[in-house]
Each structure stands twice: as C-alpha cells, then as structure tokens.
C-alpha cells in the first residue's frame, strides 16, 4: 500500500507543503494527532515508524475487510438458492437469549453501568 506521501502525489505541491499536509491529515486521522503535537513530539524517525506501522494495520484491517465481506456474498448467494440454509440462517439469527443468558447479559451491563442499570 503506498504511504499517505505517496497517495497524494508526490511534488504535486511547491515546496512539499501538499506532502507535508497529507502527512499531518494522516496522523490527525489515525492518531488524532494535530500539526503542533507533531511538530514538538513527535522525531522524524518516530513518525516513520508510526506511519509504517498505521499502514500495516490498514493493509490488514482491509485485507479482512474483503474476506469478511467475501464471506457474506457467499453466504447471500447460498442462502438465496438454498432454501435449506435459508430456514438455518434465519433460524440462528430469530433466536431469542434464554433467561439466564438474557440475566447474564443484564448482569454485566448492570457491572459496567451501576448508576445507570438497576437489576432489582
């Protein structure tokens, strides 16, 4: 995957400033970093790395993207001429919790919410 550099168009600015721009549009957009963090606390070498590493996760956060997605199409396409897989699928996906799963679910929320959830 080319770097955020490279997708904007390397000299298509004067002086670099587009370059630099799509650099700092990156990190805002995956670090919420802005210019002046950057420019104060972040090295050369550190934001290399940095971008490296977003672009590698992005390669794989797409990768399974396409395969997740790949998946679904297959799915659709079965279900639709398959009327057994059909009544399968919608019979996972009708399914309603049993009432322990249903107060185990309740109970966690309730953990995380105390203020907000009351089980009693």
């Not at 670090?31 to 290399?48: A, C, R």
């Not at 009432?99 to 105390?114: D, G, H, I, K, M």
Request: one cysteine or more.
């Amino acid at each position: 995957m080319d770097s955020p550099v490279d997708q904007q168009g390397s000299g298509s600015g004067d002086d670099g400033d587009s370059d630099i721009i799509a650099v700092y549009e990156f990190c805002a957009a995956e670090y919420g970093w802005g210019p002046d963090y950057i420019e104060t606390s972040v090295t050369d070498s550190q934001i290399v790395i940095y971008l490296d590493k977003a672009i590698e996760r992005r390669d794989k956060r797409f990768s399974s993207d396409l395969d997740r997605m790949t998946l679904a199409v297959n799915a659709g396409t079965l279900i639709t001429y398959d009327q057994s897989a059909l009544r399968r699928w919608q019979a996972r996906h009708r399914r309603t919790p049993s009432q322990s799963e249903f107060s185990a679910t309740v109970n966690r929320l309730a953990a995380l919410f105390p203020d907000q959830i009351k089980t009693h």
